[in-house]
């Protein structure tokens, strides 16, 4: 992305949620009544049209082809965090959040779990300008519990940006970092993993990675080669994935222990049954959790370590996502190839 300019990516994940949130309430996913107000005019309209299911229907399928399931990819993914990060919080109390590379994501918003915390939006200072201008036409006031961060993650170090908005590094703090990691070097993840295991007992992290495999080519997944061409002439590449069956080792190193994995296969599965099972697209995306293990200090750096780790040698800029009984059934663990 050009750095006065706000994420694509960003933008495209906003027009996955808008038209999830316009469709009946009792076949929805979640409903994030902001992320209309991200979209371009154009693509505002065709959420509104897509209020009409024929029309929706269309819609959908057009999107799918252009982008295959990466909405659907998208649209479960970001139930599954809203669980995942919903549980966490009744289970835990931890009353500190932070979400990495935050997007238009508005869960600090339209979370009522949220509400009670403290929370610190971290992103590149064109996504975030761009993501306030709005939210100020839509709230009366930005909420007091919601902190922005400006930060590159590839140029600055986090534990300095959030300082500087009074984070707290010694408390147990839950980390959000959706659809990041593959926009970075190797470097700058393993730098913001050390960091979250550094910080208060207890804390957690809910992140998404991309299977190495799409990004060398070492493994078949459809749509990936032309995705990736896709992202690359959007200035926003992606340079950073992982094997799924080292991401236990790959975490271990950092100080993070593993809960659980699920692929784009799986968590779909959980939202549209056996429908997913027709989704092809998207399968490299993957949603993972893990928590703190051994406490280090905040911020230390560390060598790379898993061999399955796909990130070219240059730095890329990158600017810029309740019902928990499906969670009961998920495997704490997985691991795959």
């Keep these: 992305m050009k750095p006065e300019q706000a994420s694509r990516t960003a933008g495209y994940m906003a027009l996955f949620r808008a038209g999830e949130t316009v469709r009946p309430a009792s076949q929805r996913l979640f409903a994030d009544s902001f992320a209309e107000h991200f979209l371009r005019p154009g693509l505002r309209r065709a959420v509104w049209l897509a209020r009409r299911p024929v029309l929706a229907s269309f819609l959908n399928r057009y999107a799918d082809h252009r982008l295959p399931e990466a909405r659907t990819s998208a649209i479960a993914r970001t139930r599954i965090i809203d669980d995942i990060l919903g549980e966490d919080l009744e289970a ?45 036409r839509l709230l009366p006031k930005i909420p007091d519990h919601v902190r922005h961060v400006e930060i590159d993650f590839n140029r600055q170090r986090l534990p300095d940006g959030l300082a500087q908005a009074g984070f707290q590094p010694a408390r147990p703090t839950i980390f959000l970092w959706e659809g990041v990691t593959n926009y970075l070097s190797a470097e700058a993840v393993e730098a913001v993993l050390r960091y979250v295991a550094s910080c208060g007992p207890g804390s957690k992290i809910i992140f998404t990675y991309v299977h190495s495999g799409a990004l060398d080519g070492s493994v078949y997944f459809e749509g990936a080669e032309r995705l990736l061409r896709d992202v690359a002439k959007t200035d926003e590449p992606w340079t950073f994935g992982l094997a799924p069956a080292d991401l236990t080792e790959f975490l271990s190193k950092t100080g993070l222990v593993l809960d659980r994995d699920l692929s784009a296969n799986e968590y779909r599965s959980l939202y549209f049954g056996a429908a997913a099972q027709q989704m092809k697209g998207y399968e490299f995306y993957h949603v993972a959790a893990a928590h703190a293990g051994e406490r280090t200090e905040p911020g230390t750096p560390g060598p790379i370590g898993s061999r399955n780790v796909y990130a070219p040698s240059y730095f890329r800029r990158r600017g810029r996502m309740r019902d928990t009984s499906r969670l009961n059934a998920l495997p704490q663990t997985q691991r795959r190839g």
């Excluded at 959040?97 to 590149?124: K, M, N, P, S, W």
């Design 92 to 136: 835990s109390g931890l009353r500190q959040v932070v979400i990495l590379g935050a997007g238009f994501d508005c869960r600090a918003y339209r979370l009522a779990g949220l509400q009670r915390a403290t929370v610190f939006e971290v992103d590149h200072p064109a996504t975030l300008a761009t993501k306030l201008a709005v939210l100020r």
